[in-house]
C-alpha cells in the first residue's frame, strides 16, 4: 500500500509550495481562549491549542465533550462566542478564501454527492477551493490515486462501498493540497484495509508539511499515527501531551492477573513491595504493578511457594486507561446531542 511519491514532491500551487518554507516559523493552528455556547449549555470553555508543521494532533474525548464544535469553529465553518483562530498566522475570521484555502475539512458525515462519480466529486471541491480547471484534472488524479481508488474514478458514489466513500471523502478534503487538514472521525465504521490506506494517508501530508488534527474514538489509531494528544472533557483542555506523558500523567500503571491450578497459598506475596491487590479469589488473583519489571519476580515467587499456575496476563498501560482515567468512567451523553 503507497502513495505515490509525486503526491508529496510535486508542488502545482503555491498554497502546497509555501509548506516547507513556513515550518516551526509559527504554528499552522493557533487558538486561544476558545468558547462556544449553546442556549445555557457550554461546548468550549476557554481552549486554548497550536498544532504545527508537520505534526498530527490527536483530538480525544467523551461524548459531547466538544471535539466537533472545536474542529467547526478552526474550518471557519462556526464563529466562537469569544477567543482567537489563526490559521498560518492569518486571521481565520477573515473567511476570506486565501484562509479557507489553506484549510482541508473532513466531517464526520461522508459530505459527497452520491450521483456523481468520484473524479467529479473531487473536481468539484477542487474548483471551489480556486483550483484551476486544469489542475483539478490532475490533482483529483492524483488525489485518487493516494486513497486507492484510482480504479474506481467514473463509478458513481452510490455504489462504492462504506470504506471506499469514507477514503473519498478524505481525498475530497486533501485534493485542494490544505495546509492544514481537520479530520473528525474521518476511519469511523471502515473496513481494515481502508483504515490502514487512510492513516497512512494522513502520515503522508504531515511529512509533507500539513498540520493534522485527527478526531477519534478509536485509540489504537491515535497511538500509532499522532505524535501529540489533546484531551478534551466538558469544553475544556484536560491534558495535552505525547501519549507516554499522557499515560504517565494519569498514574496508570500495569496489571497482572493470575489464576492457580489449586487454592493459592497465603502468604506467596509476603515481601513483595509495591504491589497493589484489585481482587482476588480462592484461586486467582489480579494485581496492579509498579513496574512491568516485577512480572518475573511474581512469578519466580509463585513458583518457589509451590503454586501451581493455570495461566497468567500482564496489561501495560495505554491510552485508552489513561483516558477513562482522566475523563472518569461514566458514559456521559449530555442533553442537546454531542457537538
Same mark, same amino acid.
Given at each position: 500500500m503507497r502513495v505515490p511519491d509525486e503526491y508529496v514532491s510535486r508542488q502545482p !500551487?503555491? #498554497?502546497? !509550495?509555501? #509548506? %516547507?518554507g513556513m515550518r516551526d516559523a509559527v504554528p499552522h493552528i493557533d487558538a486561544t481562549g476558545l468558547r462556544k455556547g449553546y442556549g445555557s449549555r457550554v461546548a468550549l470553555d476557554g481552549v486554548t491549542l497550536a498544532v504545527n508543521s508537520g505534526e498530527v494532533v490527536g483530538l480525544l474525548g467523551p461524548n459531547g465533550a466538544g471535539k466537533t464544535t472545536t474542529l467547526m469553529i478552526l474550518s471557519t465553518l462556526l464563529r466562537p462566542d469569544a477567543g482567537e483562530v489563526r490559521i498560518t498566522g492569518l486571521p481565520a475570521n477573515s473567511g476570506g478564501r486565501i484562509v479557507r484555502r489553506k484549510l482541508g475539512f473532513v466531517p464526520q458525515s461522508i459530505a459527497l454527492y452520491p450521483s456523481l462519480s468520484g473524479m467529479q466529486n473531487l473536481i &468539484?471541491?477542487? $474548483? #471551489?477551493? @480556486? /483550483? !484551476? +480547471? *486544469? +489542475?483539478a484534472q490532475s490533482e483529483s488524479a492524483t488525489a485518487l490515486e493516494a486513497v486507492g481508488l484510482t480504479d474506481r474514478a467514473n463509478d458513481p458514489v452510490s455504489v462504492l462501498s462504506g470504506g471506499m466513500q469514507r477514503r473519498l471523502n478524505l481525498a475530497c478534503g486533501l485534493v485542494h493540497r490544505p495546509e492544514v487538514l481537520l479530520l %473528525?472521525?474521518?476511519?469511523? @465504521? /471502515? %473496513?481494515? *484495509? !481502508? $483504515? +490502514? $490506506? #487512510? &492513516?497512512f494517508t494522513v502520515r503522508k501530508m504531515a511529512d509533507a508539511g500539513a498540520a493534522v488534527i485527527y478526531s477519534s474514538h478509536y485509540m489504537e489509531e491515535v497511538e500509532r499515527l499522532c505524535d501529540r494528544v489533546l484531551l478534551i472533557d466538558s469544553g475544556r483542555l484536560v491534558a495535552n501531551g505525547k501519549v507516554a506523558d499522557l499515560i504517565a500523567s494519569a498514574g496508570c500503571r500495569p496489571r497482572m492477573e493470575i489464576t492457580f491450578e489449586d487454592a493459592m497459598s497465603s502468604d506467596w506475596l509476603n515481601g513483595v513491595d509495591r504491589v497493589h491487590i484489585l481482587s482476588q479469589s480462592t484461586d486467582r488473583i489480579e494485581l496492579e504493578l509498579s513496574s512491568i519489571t516485577q512480572v518475573g519476580e511474581l512469578l519466580e515467587r509463585a513458583r518457589s511457594a509451590a503454586c501451581s499456575l493455570r495461566e497468567f496476563s500482564v496489561h501495560s498501560p495505554n491510552l485508552s486507561d489513561a483516558f477513562m482515567s482522566l475523563t472518569g468512567h461514566a458514559l456521559r451523553d449530555p442533553e442537546g446531542g454531542s457537538h
Open positions: !500551487s503555491t #498554497i502546497w !509550495s509555501n #509548506i %516547507d &468539484l471541491f477542487a $474548483r #471551489i477551493h @480556486g /483550483v !484551476s +480547471e *486544469q +489542475e %473528525d472521525e474521518p476511519a469511523v @465504521g /471502515v %473496513d481494515p *484495509q !481502508s $483504515r +490502514e $490506506r #487512510i &492513516l
